[in-house]
T-cell receptor, first 114, second 116 residues
Framework: SQQGEEDPQALSIQEGENATMNCSYK?????LQWYRQNSGRGLVHLIL?????REKHSGRLRVTLDTSKKSSSLLITASRAADTASYFC??????????????FGRGTQLTVWP | KAGVTQTPRYLIKTRGQQVTLSCSPI?????VSWYQQTPGQGLQFLFE???????NKGNFPGRFSGRQFSNSRSEMNVSTLELGDSALYLC???????????????FGPGTRLTVL
């Protein structure tokens, strides 16, 4: 399957520290997206990075993409307790027949302690 | 712009019953995708509709079906409910077109289905 895999499965840090989560995937992609999910609720879209981009920033978020290694990382700087959530990466597939379908990993559970 | 809305938010059913979930996409979006999320299996793709046509389908039994209306609103139906169908059902909307520089999928809050 093309399912992404996040690493680590769980991450626990103090407020003010940086949090880094990694994602690996298996086949070529058009885009990779990161989402946040608070306990049992919907997915909040954080950022999309295209396959021809290497880095994107959005506020305290920094995403990198290395298509040669089929991996991405999400960095949250100066974390806050409100960042506590599960974080998922989602990839599409570089094939038209899979339009509209995203492949998700199992997520990283981030806990930020005040 | 209003976000993706899903109704109902919570649902309790018994085995053997059927259920219909509704999803209203962001205005202008023509693609609606459905996902099932469970602790054991994670997020799994059910199907995707674009302009009233099912364009893509995941590996779920025929008890799971859907449709899309001309205003892009979508419904998902599960017949003959089983205990294992208890899950958070999420829908996502996007423009769904190739060739766009970005094609983010935005998710609704989900419908929590409990089957007793």
């Amino acid at each position: 399957s093309q399912q992404g895999e996040e690493d680590p499965q769980a991450l626990s840090i103090q407020e003010g520290e940086n949090a880094t989560m990694n994602c690996s995937y298996k086949t070529s992609i058009n885009n990779l997206q990161w989402y946040r999910q608070n306990s049992g609720r919907g997915l909040v879209h954080l950022i999309l990075i295209r396959s021809n981009e290497r880095e994107k920033h959005s506020g305290r978020l920094r995403v990198t993409l290395d298509t040669s290694k089929k991996s991405s990382s999400l960095l949250i700087t100066a974390s806050r307790a409100a960042d506590t959530a599960s974080y998922f990466c989602a990839t599409d597939a570089d094939r038209g027949s899979t339009l509209g379908r995203l492949y998700f990993g199992r997520g990283t559970q981030l806990t930020v302690w005040p | 712009k209003a976000g993706v809305t899903q109704t109902p938010r919570y649902l309790i059913k018994t085995r053997g019953q059927q259920v219909t979930l509704s999803c209203s996409p962001i205005s202008g979006h023509r693609s609606v995708s459905w996902y099932q999320q469970t602790p054991g299996q994670g997020l799994q793709f059910l199907f995707e509709y674009f302009s009233e046509t099912q364009r893509n389908k995941g590996n779920f039994p025929g008890r799971f079906s859907g449709r899309q209306f001309s205003n892009s609103r979508s419904e998902m139906n599960v017949s003959t409910l089983e205990l294992g169908d208890s899950a958070l059902y999420l829908c996502a909307s996007s423009y769904g077109l190739t060739g766009l520089p970005y094609n983010e999928q935005f998710f609704g809050p989900g419908t929590r289905l409990t089957v007793l």
